[in-house]
């Protein structure tokens, strides 16, 4: 399976992103995606998931600011990143897991990564 990120970019403080994560190759038809970010010198950080059954999670720091979505064929996942911050800076990575249970917030989980799209907020 590969996974390939885009969207990422230089936005000033309160400015939107919308990043997508293209899945293809021998991935099945179950599983759960995720997105993570990654800022230089702190450890990778789960942000939001969905399910196999479709349900999807946030972590308290995308809550009511990002939104994931996911096209009809699964094959693309999206983030919507609103009134962005200069702590949203970060690699930001989509993840896959081929399990089928509930997605994870633990990046341990996760079979296939994506090599990362870069955002930087500017205050």
């Known amino acids: 399976g590969q996974l390939v990120e885009s969207g990422g970019g230089s936005v000033q403080s309160g400015g939107s992103l919308r990043l997508s994560c293209a899945a293809s190759?021998?991935?099945?038809?179950?599983?759960?995606m995720g997105w993570f970010r990654q800022a230089p010198g702190k450890e990778r950080e789960w942000i939001s998931c969905?399910?196999?059954?479709?349900?999807?999670k946030y972590a308290d720091s995308a809550k009511g600011r990002f939104t994931l979505s996911q096209d009809s064929a699964k094959s693309t996942l999206y983030l919507q990143m609103n009134s962005l911050e200069p702590g949203d800076a970060a690699m930001y990575y989509c993840?896959?897991?081929?399990?089928?249970?509930?997605?994870?917030?633990?990046?341990?989980?996760?079979?296939?990564w994506g090599q990362g799209t870069q955002v930087t907020v500017s205050s």
């Open positions: 993840a896959l897991d081929t399990s089928a249970g509930p997605c994870s917030e633990y990046h341990g989980y996760y079979n296939y």
């Open positions: 190759g021998n991935i099945g038809s179950v599983f759960s």
């Open positions: 969905i399910a196999p059954d479709g349900r999807i």
